[in-house]
T-cell receptor, first 113, second 113 residues
């Protein structure tokens, strides 16, 4: 079965600095990879996904993620962090032939002014 | 988030109570999901419905009983729950293929006394 690991429970960055939230995955066959964000008292919101093609995927709110097949990673990045980016971020993976999406435990991003 | 609604937003129940959670999606999707979110743990997929048919049951205890009368509505019936069942219960929907992202509701915060 597919799985996702988010090695950092917490990431702290200063506003204006670049941010990276890490994700590694395990799946049989080609992966479909997703990033979601969760703000307090809200459900998860979709940010971006990798299905096929270009390894660098651009998504909402200036976020992007890089798919690295050899390292089985899909790290989330943003060149310049905003205080409003502070939230809980989830990486998820799906195998190509089923609806079973597996999520990581989440990484709490805090951007300080 | 108005695409997927959940009621109630908060629920407190005793271990002998029977209650139901409701989810409705207005996106024309054909797949719906129940997830359990506990602090510092990955989201746990509970049930998957595709075109009203249950396609996934991830070893969920029988005290949780799902119902999907049509592609727009999903219920989770709760009976004789345990305190460890206290969590945020999230509903999601998608267009049903593995390449498509899921859209989440805001969740029901359940407390079992």
């Amino acid at each position: 079965a597919q799985s996702v690991a988010q090695p950092e429970d917490q990431v702290n960055v200063a506003e204006g600095n670049p941010l990276t939230v890490k994700c590694t995955y395990s799946v049989s066959g080609n992966p479909y990879l997703f990033w979601y964000v969760q703000y307090p008292n809200r459900g998860l919101q979709f940010l971006l996904k990798y299905i096929t093609g270009d390894n660098l995927v651009k998504g909402s709110y200036g976020f992007e993620a890089e798919f690295n097949k050899s390292q089985t990673s899909f790290h989330l990045k943003k060149p310049s962090a905003l205080v409003s980016d502070s939230a809980l971020y989830f990486c998820a993976v799906r195998a190509y032939n089923n609806n079973d999406m597996r999520f990581g435990a989440g990484t709490r991003l805090t951007v300080k002014p | 988030e108005t695409g997927v609604t959940q009621t109630p937003r908060h629920l407190v129940m005793g271990m002998t109570n029977k209650k139901s959670l409701k989810c409705e999606q207005h996106l024309g999707h054909n797949a719906m999901y129940w997830y359990k979110q506990s602090a510092k743990k990955p989201l746990e997929l509970m049930f998957v419905y595709n075109f009203k048919e249950q396609t996934e049951n991830n070893s969920v205890p029988s005290r949780f009983s799902p119902e999907c009368p049509n592609s727009s509505h999903l219920f989770l019936h709760l009976h004789t729950l345990q305190p460890e069942d206290s969590a945020l219960y999230l509903c999601a929907s998608s267009s049903g293929t593995s390449v498509n992202e899921q859209f989440f509701g805001p969740g029901t915060r359940l407390t079992v006394l």
